[in-house]
């Protein structure tokens, strides 16, 4: 039965390419997260050195393609690293540490990494500042009227807020991370969508490939679109006020 | 940075990049073979991004009308497969219609067409959830006034609600246009030589500039797709919906 659907083997595959894709979404939105909170703070920041290179920065990063910006990081970057960096880039390594083996991945996953997380911050970063736009001025007042100071003030005070406010569309965005990070199959990268085409073109399933990827791609999404319900029905107060 | 004594030996900084490749080959940049042969390049991502721009367009309107008049099992159906076309990445949703599109149809869908085909069904997707959004926005006094005057929901919608709601729906329109400039570039994968296929193939050939190469081509897609962006947020302020996040 399972053979008519697909060979074991090639359910492997297609597993091996899930794992892969939930592994670099999920370090890609972390990341992302950090990184975008970052460059949200720079945007406000209210020295015009900070706010506008972030503003450069982020109209960039959102208003180009990611495959675009996938070939720059694989292609592009490598062409201007030094020769022996790519060398070391491209050679595996592994390192033992006390628990478990590290091993550097290949230049795809980095670049994968990198191209998937810069481009997801972007993103990330104005949710955020919507979030920021959110929080009443008078929280603010409030907290200086109590005599904490800036980094305070937004330490204690604002970011909390703006991230409950911010947190259904930065869901929004893991989303689109998970669906994005399809895009890097174009640089080689083994995950989900690389492994579809590939049993597609060994098996001659087309329906079984890329039925069961999709099936997975949904679920994912569908997950998460699910936990964020989950805690926001725990939680009403998430979520912008409306 | 490293210095600039050193002899062109190798490239290992920003100040051994070369340009000359792209003027090199502009011509195949912005029109592809064209006149001699298929029109490609930016030209080819520009013809792809209006043709699905307009037919998501159309698909969001329609789609969104129904949402806020269907009630039901219809509805219930109608969320579901917009949520499916909203969760299924664009490169496996083009991947389906590369292979299901001459299936359905028995005939040979060229590359282009496919990829309309796909992007369109996102793009409506999405809009269809804005165009419910903005028809939703509209004071229900609008509705019961127009059944007063005696028009039909038809005539009511067409007369009275369009003409309000889609001003407050003109960024969403705009902003997911954008999307769509920058997701036509997937048609990469299955072979149709618009403007990002185009730089890998002149990337392959030349072999050593892939820095400039890809770079330019990002500045192509900036420049479409921020002066959209810089208009839509003209109109935004003009209808005074920004503070609204539509």
């Known amino acids: 039965m399972l053979d008519d659907l697909l060979a074991p083997k090639y359910i492997g595959w297609l597993i091996d390419g899930f794992l892969v894709t ?12 950090v990184l975008g909170l970052m460059l949200c703070l720079a945007r406000l920041a209210p020295t015009r050195w900070l706010a506008w290179p972030a503003l450069a920065w982020l109209s960039v990063f959102r208003n180009t ?50 191209g998937l997380t810069l481009f997801t911050s972007a993103f990330i970063a104005e949710e955020f500042r919507a979030g920021v736009r959110g929080v009443p001025t008078t929280q ?33 965005q893991y989303m689109n991370a998970v669906k994005n990070s399809s895009l890097t199959m174009a640089i ?42 989950w805690v926001q ?3 009403p107060t998430l979520g912008a006020a409306r | 940075m490293g210095s600039t004594s050193q002899p062109d030996t190798g490239r290992g900084a920003l100040n ?43 698909l969001g309107l329609v789609l969104g009308v129904a949402l806020s008049m269907a009630r039901g099992r219809t509805r219930r159906t ?41 992007l369109s069904l996102i793009g409506g997707s999405y809009l269809a959830h804005s165009v419910y959004a903005g028809i939703s926005s509209l004071p229900p006094g609008q509705w019961q006034a127009s059944a007063a005057l005696g028009l039909r929901p038809l005539q009511a919608l067409r007369h009275v609600i369009l003409p309000q709601a889609l001003p407050i729906m003109l960024p969403s329109f705009l902003n997911q246009w954008i999307a769509l400039i920058k997701d036509s570039s997937l048609a990469y994968v299955i072979g149709v030589g618009e403007l990002s296929f185009v730089a890998t193939q002149v990337s392959n050939r030349e072999m050593v500039f892939p820095t400039e190469i890809f770079l330019f081509v990002a500045l192509l897609y900036f420049v479409i797709c921020s002066s959209l962006e810089l208009g839509a947020g003209a109109i935004a302020r003009r209808y005074g919906t920004a503070g609204k996040g539509t």
């Open chain 1, 188 to 229: 080689g990268l083994a995950e989900l969508s690389y492994a579809s085409r590939q049993v597609e073109t060994e098996t001659f399933k087309t329906f079984q490939a890329f039925g069961i990827a999709t099936l997975l791609y949904i679920g994912t999404v569908a997950l998460i679109e699910l936990a964020g319900q």
């Open chain 2, 16 to 58: 051994t990049m070369d340009f000359s490749v792209i003027a090199n080959n502009l011509s195949y940049f912005l029109l592809g073979a064209w006149p001699a042969g298929p029109l490609g390049g930016a030209a080819l991502t520009l013809v792809l991004s209006l043709c699905s721009a307009l037919a998501s367009g159309v």
């Open chain 1, 22 to 33: 939930l592994a670099l979404s999920a370090l890609a939105s972390a990341a992302a997260t």
């Open chain 1, 65 to 114: 393609p990611l495959l675009v910006q996938l070939f720059f990081w694989y292609f592009g970057l490598a062409a201007l690293m030094p020769q022996g960096l790519l060398e070391w880039l491209n050679t595996p390594h592994y390192w033992h540490l006390v628990f478990f083996d590290v091993s550097w991945p290949p230049f795809e996953y980095v670049a994968g990494f990198v």
């Open chain 1, 233 to 235: 029905r725990r939680n």
């Open chain 1, 140 to 172: 603010t007042a409030a907290a200086r009227a109590l005599g904490l100071r800036p980094l305070q003030i937004w330490r204690h005070v604002v970011i909390p807020q703006a991230f409950r406010i911010a947190l259904p569309p930065l869901l929004g």
């Open chain 2, 78 to 118: 109608l969320l579901l497969v917009l949520g499916f076309f909203r969760a299924i990445p664009a490169l496996m949703l083009i991947f389906w219609t590369y292979f299901l599109l001459p299936i359905a149809f028995g005939l040979n869908v060229p590359g282009v067409g496919t990829v309309i085909v796909a």
